[in-house]
């Protein structure tokens, strides 16, 4: 199954007609080029980190920002390049009696053009936005030793920090054990005084990111 966008997310300028009987044919291939996508922009252990955690808020802060118009534009355009149905309902010419697919010509401008409309969301909302995130860098005020080898330092702001993530301090790599949002603090395992150090995190796993380039037609 895909896990930022599905099947019913396909609708108005991203309508894809699918028959009854290619619908789970079209879900698998949605969850391969999702996959592909956020394994292209993201890396494989943020993909992973998906799968099993898609509900977390810097997902659907990232899918508001820009980034599921892209995701749509870009399997709109992916799922028409392989030459999958496309009905009556969605993309096609009518002749008096059935629905036949829409010429090549037309297809390929069509899915074109909404891979292209998918870019303009990434470059005018989720760019921002991720380079916006991208670093986040916080200044410890106090640590704590909790015993048992966890340190739990206070900050001023924990957004889009999560257990099982990694922060660096000093260039030297953290696990977290837990974040408290309400407190605004973490829980690393490690021992000594980080009190005036920064703690550093990469939401989005990178540091910088780059305009997306428009296509011609195929």
Request: glycine letters at 6%; proline letters at 1%; one cysteine or more.
């Amino acid at each position: 199954m895909s896990y930022l966008i599905n099947k019913n997310d396909f609708k108005g300028r991203y309508r894809i007609a699918v028959s009854s009987f290619n619908t789970a044919t079209f879900e698998e291939y949605l969850n391969q080029v999702e996959e592909q996508i956020i394994t292209d922009d993201f890396g494989t252990d943020f993909y992973a980190d998906v799968e099993t955690n898609a509900t977390k808020s810097k997902y659907q802060d990232l899918l508001d920002s820009g980034y599921k118009d892209y995701l749509l534009g870009a399997c709109y355009f992916y799922y028409q390049r392989d030459n999958f149905l496309s009905t009556s309902s969605g993309n096609s010419q009518i002749n008096n009696s059935n629905a036949v697919n829409v010429t090549s010509q037309f297809n390929s401008s069509l899915a074109s053009d909404r891979y292209n409309l998918g870019v303009g969301y990434f470059n005018r909302g989720a760019l921002d936005f991720l380079n916006d995130n991208a670093v986040k860098s916080e200044l410890i005020s106090s640590s704590t030793d909790l015993g048992g080898g966890l340190i739990r330092l206070d900050v001023l702001d924990v957004e889009y920090l999560y257990a099982n993530d990694y922060v660096k301090i000093n260039g030297l790599e953290y696990l977290v054990n837990a974040v408290d949002d309400v407190a605004n603090t973490i829980t690393i395992t490690a021992t000594g005084d980080f009190t005036g150090q920064k703690v550093i995190y990469l939401p989005f796993t990178e540091p910088y990111f780059e305009e997306k380039l428009l296509i011609t037609q195929f």
